[in-house]
T-cell receptor, first 111, second 110 residues
Framework: QQQVKQSPQSLIVQKGGIPIINCAYENTAFDYFPWYQQFPGKGPALLIAIRPDVSEKKEGRFTISFNKSAKQFSLHIMDSQPGDSATYFC??????????FGKGTRLHILP | DVKVTQSSRYLVKRTGEKVFLECVQDMDHENMFWYRQDPGLGLRLIYFSYDVKMKEKGDIPEGYSVSREKKERFSLILESASTNQTSMYLCAAGDLYEQYFGPGTRLTVT
């Protein structure tokens, strides 16, 4: 199954809170899981990525948690700021240069 | 920094017109991609290209064609535009580790 299911579709969090975006997949052949961030009027840009042999990866305030047995992964944003308001896409790749994207989560951080 | 540019930010066309969307990358990436982005549907792959004159269908190729005559340029063609092709079109260059996206073309077909 070449799908990545992402939830929630939209999310509103108070400044300083920890928004969590969840993704699930079926195909165990996926071996690379990037997250992309898209600001209004811009194209998506790579934010952070993880391989399935690692359970967690942190880059600054952004953390990916990966549960291989459950075939789920999630993005946490620590100490969220209004500038983090954007659309976030989880994705998966099978190693052939194509990326399969989730449907996106519109995140709004309240000041 | 890889830069991907798209010929237009906004485009309005009439039903039945032939539409060309142009994309240029300034790095030497072999792979280029065309996606469309619609609310609630995310990014859907239309076509991609691994090399000059090579093209592969993505998930939603119907109603579209592509052209890649030079490595840096990848064109999306709507042979006969229809209202259901009103969308945001995004071009990208790169590989599975990172795709670099252009700013998008918002196409409206009336």
């Amino acid at each position: 199954q070449q799908q990545v299911k992402q939830s929630p579709q939209s999310l509103i969090v108070q400044k300083g809170g920890i928004p969590i975006i969840n993704c699930a997949y079926e195909n165990t052949a996926f071996d690379y899981f990037p997250w992309y961030q898209q600001f209004p009027g811009k194209g998506p840009a790579l934010l952070i990525a993880i391989r399935p042999d690692v359970s967690e990866k942190k880059e600054g305030r952004f953390t990916i948690s990966f549960n291989k047995s459950a075939k789920q992964f999630s993005l946490h944003i620590m100490d969220s700021q209004p500038g983090d308001s954007a659309t976030y896409f989880c994705a998966a790749s099978i190693g052939d240069d194509k990326i399969i994207f989730g449907k996106g989560t519109r995140l709004h951080i309240l000041p | 920094d890889v830069k991907v540019t798209q010929s237009s930010r906004y485009l309005v066309k009439r039903t039945g017109e032939k539409v060309f969307l142009e994309c240029v990358q300034d790095m030497d990436h072999e792979n280029m991609f065309w996606y469309r982005q619609d609310p609630g549907l995310g990014l859907r792959l239309i076509y991609f290209s691994y090399d000059v004159k090579m093209k592969e269908k993505g998930d939603i190729p119907e109603g579209y064609s592509v052209s890649r005559e030079k490595k840096e340029r990848f064109s999306l063609i709507l042979e006969s535009a229809s209202t259901n092709q009103t969308s945001m079109y995004l071009c990208a260059a790169g590989d599975l580790y990172e795709q670099y996206f252009g700013p998008g073309t918002r196409l409206t077909v009336t």
